[in-house]
Antibody, heavy 120, light 107 residues
C-alpha cells in the first residue's frame, strides 16, 4: 500500500522560501509511469494545483506560481520536494502531495496534508 | 488555462436520495475528468477517473458520465458517510484545475 507523508516547517516568514518534502513508502518513486504532484488548499477554500514532476525529472507548473515554484525529486530517498519562494500570507494553506498514474494522472494516493502558515 | 465550474455550490439532501452534481469545462477536455470526495480535515479521495471509471474500492452507488465539456457525478442512494464536499478536476492539460467544490449537506 503506497503512502505519502508531507513534512516541513509549519511556519514561514513573509518573503522567505517555503520548503516541503513528501516521503513515499510502499513503493519506489522511480518505478512505473507516475507523476508526483503538489496541491494546496487555503482554509475554507478549494483546491489549487501547484505542479508535478515525473520520475525522469520533467516538471509542469501552474503559471500563476511558476516564477516562484520548484519541484524536485530525490529517488535515493524516495522523496520529492516543493520550494515556493517569496511567500506572502496568501500562500498560507494546507499543502498536499499526491500520486497520479500516466500523463492524465488521476490522483489516487494523497498525503494527509500539512498546514503552512506564513506570518512574521 | 481551462476553467472548471461546478453546480450547485451546495446541496441539501436526505439519506436515500439520488443526487447529481454537474461540472462544466471552459473547453473540451474529452473524457479527462476526475471526481474527488473530501471530508473535513482529510485529504481528497479519488472516486471517479476518466469521467466514468470507478476507482477501486469506491461503492457502486457512485457513477460518472459525460464527455467534452459537460460532466455529472451521481450518487444513486445517499448514505450518511457521503455527506462531504465534492470536486471535479480536469486532467486534459496542464495546469490541472479543479472546480470550486460542491458541499453536500444533510437535509
Amino acid at each position: 500500500q503506497v503512502q505519502l507523508q508531507e513534512s516541513g516547517p509549519g511556519l514561514v516568514k513573509p518573503s522567505q522560501t517555503l520548503s516541503l518534502t513528501c516521503t513515499v513508502s510502499g513503493g519506489s518513486i522511480s518505478s512505473g509511469s507516475y507523476y508526483w504532484s503538489w496541491i494546496r488548499q487555503p482554509a475554507g477554500k478549494g483546491l489549487e494545483w501547484i505542479g508535478r514532476i515525473y520520475t525522469s525529472g520533467s516538471t509542469n507548473y501552474n503559471p500563476s506560481l511558476k516564477s516562484r515554484v520548484t519541484i524536485s525529486v530525490d529517488t535515493s530517498k524516495n522523496q520529492f520536494s516543493l520550494k515556493l519562494s517569496s511567500v506572502t500570507a496568501a500562500d498560507t494553506a494546507v499543502y498536499y502531495c499526491a500520486r497520479g498514474k500516466g500523463w492524465n494522472d488521476p490522483l489516487d494516493y494523497w498525503g494527509q496534508g500539512t498546514l503552512v502558515t506564513v506570518s512574521s | 488555462d481551462i476553467q472548471m465550474t461546478q453546480s450547485p455550490s451546495s446541496l441539501s439532501a436526505s439519506v436515500g436520495d439520488r443526487v447529481t452534481i454537474t461540472c462544466r469545462a471552459s473547453q473540451s477536455i474529452s473524457s479527462y475528468l476526475n471526481w474527488y470526495q473530501q471530508k473535513p480535515g482529510k485529504a481528497p479521495k479519488l472516486l471517479i477517473y476518466a469521467a466514468s471509471s470507478l476507482q477501486s474500492g469506491v461503492p457502486s452507488r457512485f457513477s460518472g458520465s459525460g464527455s467534452g465539456t459537460d460532466f455529472t457525478l451521481t450518487i444513486s442512494s445517499l448514505q450518511p458517510e457521503d455527506f462531504a464536499t465534492y470536486y471535479c478536476q480536469q486532467s486534459y492539460s496542464t495546469p490541472r484545475s479543479f472546480g470550486q467544490g460542491t458541499k453536500l449537506e444533510i437535509k
